[in-house]
């Protein structure tokens, strides 16, 4: 397979077109985000979503996350109630990912999970991208499962080149962790605390958190 190489920063419209159009069918990319680089593909692509649990040797049983450019994307695939969406507009787009119910159009993309992990990334190469693709992206960290995260774009390039359609490079980046919040049910619970404290979620929502 021959993996084309991109600068994320230097990206023309036309490039953006392309991969937007390339993801929706199904392309498999390694990407810069604004936490670690990441693998992904059209959500509803699923024997590339396949590819990408075998390229990582990520258990089927662990879901992956869906990433889209801004809310109006968000709502058509999810539920977000009335304290959830004030979370949300205040802390989208950037380091936090909320596992939501799906609605009725975003229910295909369950595979058998309770809700749907989805973040809006802080990072305008990618939400580029993501606002012109048919689909959301689903994506997760461009690693093998149980190894580190990959922070800068040699190692990545040495990983995945050949194995990959596309690679969209922007150097080393910094990490930080996305928080993880779950409120697909009572009471809401944080499965991973990170550049958004459990504190300042608890007080906007008005209710305690597990």
Not at 67 to 74: H, I, M, W
Not at 167 to 185: E, H, K
């Amino acid at each position: 397979m021959k993996t084309q190489i991109l600068k994320c920063r230097e990206l023309t419209d036309g490039q953006i077109k392309q991969l937007a159009g390339d993801l929706s069918n199904g392309a498999v990319a390694v990407f810069a985000t604004d936490t670690v680089y990441g693998i992904g593909t059209g959500a509803l692509c699923e024997s590339s979503v396949q590819k990408i649990y075998a390229l990582k040797n990520r258990p089927l049983t662990q879901p992956l996350q869906l990433l889209v450019a801004d809310l109006k994307q968000a709502q058509q695939i999810v539920v977000l109630t009335e304290p959830i969406l004030r979370v949300a507009k205040v802390y989208w787009p950037g380091g936090l990912t909320l596992i939501l119910p799906a609605s009725e159009a975003g229910k295909p993309l369950l595979r058998g999970a309770v809700g749907l992990g989805l973040r809006i990334p802080k990072y305008v190469p990618l939400c580029q991208v993501l606002a012109r693709m048919d689909m959301p992206l689903t994506s997760t960290s461009a690693n093998l499962h149980g190894q580190s995260v990959l922070t800068d774009e040699t190692t990545v390039i040495d990983t995945f080149e050949g194995r990959v359609d596309y690679i969209l490079t922007d150097g080393i980046l910094s990490p930080t962790a996305s928080t993880v919040l779950d409120v697909t049910g009572e009471p809401t619970r944080l499965l991973r605390e990170g550049s958004v404290s459990k504190e300042d979620l608890s007080r906007l929502l008005g209710a305690p958190i597990l």
